[in-house]
């Protein structure tokens, strides 16, 4: 089955700290994507990725930045960590190549910033 | 603000009951999505409907859409104690590579 893999489930940094968040899928797919996640807020998303070295910002790209050396790797990287980047990160991956097709999910990361 | 809005935020039902959540979108849309979040987990795509359907089933699970009033549903036959969790729709838009998410529903399934 098909499988998006964030390395770390939870994560405690402190503010002015460079964070890496990592994300792998194994479906060959061109597609990539960072969401975050607060309370009433639903998902948001900060960066997309549609091929290597590709990117997209978001709806909510400030704060942040993302590499894509490899097509099954999308990393998501906090330049200066601050406490309001206290959140959920979830990366996702559409089933198909599409952009409107359903998406495969990983587990989350849950990031303290202190 | 988010395209997909759902209602109600909560849900408290007891097993065996059906539940019922909405979600309303603002601008015309490709198709839409329902899918489920278990606690501090990812999410998990249930159903997908395209503009041109007006209902889809899977299982248990019965999802509507009303394009003239910009408005979906959906409904868990016969809930058991897993259904407990977070449920939500997004909206794909024609020509827009990304998914809009709304703030979802909660479902609470007493046992």
């Known amino acids: 089955d098909v499988k998006v893999t964030q390395s770390s489930r939870y994560l405690v940094k402190r503010t002015g700290e460079k964070v890496f968040l990592e994300c792998v899928q194994d479906?060959?797919?061109?597609?990539m994507f960072w969401y975050r996640q607060d309370p009433g807020l639903g998902l948001r998303l900060i960066y997309f990725s549609y091929d290597v070295k590709m990117k997209e910002k978001g709806d909510i790209p400030e704060g942040y930045s993302v590499s894509r050396e490899k097509k099954e790797r999308f990393s998501l990287i906090l330049e200066s960590a601050s406490t309001n980047q206290t959140s959920m990160y979830l990366c996702?991956?559409?089933?198909?190549?599409?952009?409107?097709?359903?998406?495969?999910f990983g587990d989350g990361t849950r990031l303290s910033i202190l | 603000s988010q395209q997909g809005e759902e209602d109600p935020q909560a849900l408290s039902i007891q097993e065996g009951e059906n539940a019922t959540m909405n979600c309303s979108y603002k601008t015309s849309i490709n198709n839409l999505q329902w899918y489920r979040q278990n606690s501090g987990r990812g999410l998990v795509h249930l159903i997908l409907?395209?503009?041109?359907?007006r209902e889809k089933h899977s299982g248990r699970l019965r999802v509507t859409l009303d394009t003239s009033k910009k408005s979906s549903s959906l409904l868990i036959t016969a809930s058991r104690a897993a259904d407990t969790a977070s449920y939500f729709c997004a909206t794909a838009l024609r020509g827009d590579y990304k998914l809009s998410f709304g703030a979802g529903t909660t479902v609470t399934v007493r046992a």
């Open positions: 479906m060959d797919h061109e597609n």
């Open positions: 996702a991956s559409p089933r198909t190549g599409g952009f409107n097709q359903p998406q495969h």
């Open positions: 409907i395209r503009s041109n359907e």
